[in-house]
């Protein structure tokens, strides 16, 4: 693989680690920003300190505010946007796009009123969907921009395009799988945060470890069984973008999802978090996009409902916590047949 130019559609902290990882296999990266400050910063410090802090990018990452400029002689994009912005950003992106033109989308979400996948929400602004894939695992942009071990799931439609961004983000220190389940790997990253915010209330409740093991459990199987409703594979539930990407967020002290739970808990809102943080908690959009899907597709998801009417219900914490502890328990592996 030849240096190539990539176009970097976010400045948040995991395009900016992404920006980075790319960068250092000796391809240059033009990174698109939504705000003015961190083309700035980037151009003239090689830093983007309010989202990653103690970081330095390599001399070939630059950045700009134009969507043109960032995408016009690319030969691949890949869009970092937080999930509530992506389809407004895709469709700005649009008529600069090529119709062969690789795309990643690392976003972790799904859309409310539609129920669309993010490389589905691209795909529907870009057109042409075999050539976009999905990259989500449990990678920390603070951790993956110092070079710290971490892996990832690669999941496209196309065996080339999912070849072709292996190939551009792997590296000792970022091990790359591939997979096929698009459903899978896209689902699971959007409901872990769902389940990472549920962790840190409990966290900030008082709760133990054991609680947290339960709920992180529990999770997975609401989880496999919407991801089997969807058409995704149970299995993928078990990998990188399912189990690994819940325990790092439902557990690590860099997860929004999680922190912002803890806080929850302690009595700060939704809205006083995420302007103290200037980062998006997309667990809390989440519960309410992914209650959404999961009733239209009749599969039982009692955690991600209890979150959905905590924060958007005006039902205490109190009255769901009694709810769910009161529920006769199930078969352990319900809703995953035929
Ligand atoms: N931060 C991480 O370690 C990881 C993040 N992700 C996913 O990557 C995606 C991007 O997240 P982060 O880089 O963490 O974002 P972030 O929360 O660090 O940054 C927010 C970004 O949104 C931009 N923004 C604010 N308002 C906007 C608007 N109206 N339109 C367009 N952009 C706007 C800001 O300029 C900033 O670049 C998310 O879907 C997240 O789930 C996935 C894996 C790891
Ligand atoms: O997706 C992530 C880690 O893989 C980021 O999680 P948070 O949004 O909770 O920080």
């Known amino acids: 693989m030849s240096d190539m130019r990539i176009a970097l559609i976010g400045t948040g902290s995991w395009g900016t680690a992404m920006a980075g990882l790319v960068a250092s296999h000796g391809h240059d990266v033009v990174m698109w920003s939504y705000d003015a400050d ?5 151009n003239e410090r ?42 407004g950003v895709a469709r700005d992106c649009a008529p600069y796009v090529s119709d062969s033109l690789p795309v990643l989308c690392l976003a972790k979400g799904i859309e409310l009123g539609t129920g669309l996948l993010m490389s589905d929400v691209i795909a529907s602004e870009i057109g042409h969907p075999e ?11 603070e951790e993956i921009c110092h070079g710290s071990l971490s892996a990832s799931t690669i999941a496209c439609e196309s065996v080339e395009v999912g070849e072709f961004f292996k190939e551009l983000t792997l590296s000792p220190a970022f091990r790359v799988y591939l997979s096929s389940d698009m ?85 700060e809102s939704l809205e006083e978090y995420q302007s103290r943080r200037r980062m998006v908690v997309e667990g809390a959009a989440a519960a309410r996009s992914v209650s959404e899907l999961a009733r239209s597709k009749g ?13 958007y219900g005006g039902v205490t914490l109190e009255s769901v916590l009694e709810t769910l502890v009161n529920r006769i328990p199930n078969e352990e592996f319900y809703g995953l047949d035929e």
């Not at 050539?131 to 942009?141: F, K």
């Open 38 to 42: 961190p083309v700035i910063e980037i």
């Open 46 to 87: 090689h830093t983007n300190a309010c989202y990653l802090k103690d970081y330095t990018l390599p001399g070939n990452v630059t950045a700009t505010n134009s969507h043109e400029e960032a995408l016009t002689g690319a030969d691949a994009a890949i869009f970092a946007v937080p999930s509530a912005f992506l389809r």
């Open 131 to 141: 050539r976009i894939a999905a990259l989500s695992g449990p990678n920390h942009a």
């Open 183 to 267: 459903v899978g790997v896209e689902l699971c990253g959007a409901m872990k945060n769902v389940m990472a915010i549920i962790c840190g209330i409990a966290a900030g409740s008082g709760m133990g470890d054991n609680a947290l093991a339960l709920i992180m459990t529990r999770g997975l199987a609401e989880i496999s069984r919407l991801v089997h409703a969807c058409g995704g594979e149970a299995m993928t539930c078990m990998g990188l973008a399912g189990m690994g990407d819940l325990i790092v967020t439902c557990t690590s002290r860099h997860s929004r999802n999680r922190t912002f739970g803890e806080a929850f808990a302690h009595g």
């Open 299 to 311: 599969v039982d998801v009692p955690l991600t409902f209890a979150l959905e009417s905590v924060l």
